[in-house]
């Protein structure tokens, strides 16, 4: 039987494909979609898919993982523009019953050469998982919700931090300038809440709600864990679209 990871691959690849089946994948009766411009239900996962159909999709899983009942990817769309997206499916009883993604336009490579989506894909340290996972809890309930930036080398690697943000480069003193930089006295990335940390393994992705540039937005940041401290990151932020556009009820986060 496919693993959960390999289902929802195939359930994205259908947007490229056409093919049906792995929709099935998809609980109708109880599906909760928390993208909110897209209707809820599996209904509306097909008018999407039909949707996207028309641009020629081209559809890349390039990491997937499994945190109990839910699989977290980072993906490569090309929908006549090329997208880089953040994944997160819930299952219940072996399907799929809720959804959350963040999605930006593809851009770089950044001042280090890295693309968004280069660099190590291979889970390891399995048995390091809840560590890992507290790791970066901590790091984003101290550093970037509180900005304690002075405590930014309690966290971050200072010998090798490889950075895919298309805006900056590597480096534990390029994310500290980022993170204080400031525009009219507030700062310009400013990360207000942490909803969800999901990993596996050395691969942990942090779900969180703020403001970019003064604009309401969600920040998905995955990070790869290497002895105790973060080493490589990539992320997605997408500003949250007002509520007058929602197609559905069910909130973004």
């Not at 509306?44 to 898919?49: A, H, M, R």
């Not at 993604?101 to 889970?123: F, H, K, W, Y």
């Not at 690697?157 to 900056?168: G, Q």
Request: charged share 25%; glycine share 6%; with cysteine.
């Amino acid at each position: 039987m496919a693993s959960k990871v390999e289902q929802i691959r195939d359930l994205l690849k259908a947007i490229e494909t056409g093919d049906p089946a792995p929709v099935a994948v998809v609980n109708e009766a109880k599906y909760i979609q928390h993208n909110p411009q897209t209707h809820e239900g599996s209904e509306g996962l097909v008018q999407l898919f039909q949707r996207l159909s028309r641009t020629n999709p081209r559809v890349n899983m390039v990491r997937g993982f499994q945190d109990g009942d839910y699989v977290f990817a980072q993906m490569e769309y090309d929908f006549s523009s090329r997208k880089i997206c953040f994944e997160v499916f819930r299952f219940e009883e072996g399907l799929a019953v809720e959804h959350w993604d963040n999605i930006q336009e593809r851009s770089g490579p950044n001042l280090s050469g890295r693309s968004m989506v280069d660099g190590a894909t291979e889970v390891t340290d399995l048995s390091l998982t809840e560590a890992n996972r507290s790791l970066v809890r901590d790091f984003a309930d101290t550093v970037l919700v509180a900005g304690k930036t002075e405590r930014l080398s309690d966290f971050i690697s200072s010998d090798s931090y490889a950075e895919h943000n298309p805006l900056r480069a590597d480096g534990a003193e390029n994310l500290r300038k980022a993170l204080e930089d400031t525009l009219s006295g507030q700062r310009v990335i400013d990360y207000r809440r942490v909803h969800r940390v999901l990993a596996e393994g050395n691969f942990v992705l942090c779900v969180s709600e703020g403001y970019l540039a003064g604009a309401h937005a969600a920040f998905y940041d995955l990070f790869r864990a290497e002895a105790g401290k973060l080493v490589e990151h990539w992320d997605t932020t997408e500003k949250v679209a007002p509520q007058s556009e929602w197609k559905n009820t069910n909130g973004k986060f």
